[in-house]
């Protein structure tokens, strides 16, 4: 829950320039708060970068106030949208049964999803990381197809906390969920505190596709920096 229009617009002018040299492979993707999604939509036009929005309602239409609709993001040029985010999950009651509806809503609409899962510090103490992301995976994908799909592994406890996800086992773990996918070639991406300093050892991972950047990419020299890794 950043920046009004104004404020994206001002990062764009400062973001945009910097994709220059990034490799023509390299997908980019900004997204946003729902506000801020029209004039983004305008203002990326005719460029690199994607335009993708932060969650998504299950029925098309409909008496659910606060909520909002795949026909409503496709037709401002949205092509991604986050699904099950951990603080959706955490402080908006958000379950593995409501991820998966919203999942296959995306899909239905033709948006792409970017799927969220992932343990907190008290689960991991507990010994119960496998166990929870098996879970979550085998339930938040019921029907839903994984050629269109992206996911993300975000560790709860590496996230705004000091504490840090190691690389190799961000990497472990998400070979764990790529094996229990009946695709292999999903795009997984890490989130947990992704900072500038730390993307070239992150991407240098094997399993790891991509990553999911929270704080890190307000700034946009921060998040050129991500996005235009060695």
């Given amino acids: 829950m950043y920046k009004t229009q104004a404020e994206s617009e001002d990062f764009l002018r400062g973001f945009l320039p910097a994709l220059d040299a990034t490799p023509d492979e390299r997908e980019v993707v900004l997204c946003v708060p729902f506000t801020d999604l029209s004039a983004l939509s305008k203002n990326l036009h005719g460029s690199r970068v994607q335009l993708g929005a932060q969650n998504i309602h299950w029925e098309e239409f409909g008496a659910y106030t606060g909520e909002i609709s795949g026909p409503m993001l496709a037709e401002i040029g949205v092509r991604y949208v986050v699904v099950g985010h951990s ?113 070239d050892e992150i991407m240098a991972e094997p399993e790891i596709d991509g990553v999911l950047v929270g704080g890190a990419s307000l700034e946009p020299a921060s998040f050129a920096r991500i996005v235009n890794y060695q």
Wanted: hydrophobic share 35%; with cysteine.
């Fill in 87 to 199: 603080e959706r999950r955490q402080y908006f009651g958000e379950t593995d049964e409501t991820v998966n509806l919203r999942l296959k809503a995306a899909q239905r609409f033709g948006l792409t999803p970017i799927l969220c899962v992932g343990e907190t510090k008290q689960q991991r103490d507990a010994d119960e990381t496998e166990s929870l992301i098996t879970n979550q995976i085998k339930t938040d994908l019921v029907d839903v197809n994984q050629e269109n799909l992206v996911i993300a592994y975000e560790p709860i406890w590496a996230i705004g906390t000091g504490d840090t996800c190691e690389c190799k086992e961000a990497n472990r773990v998400i070979g764990l969920i790529r094996s229990l996918l009946s695709n292999p070639n999903v795009p997984i991406q890490y989130g947990g505190s992704v900072k500038p300093n730390l993307i």
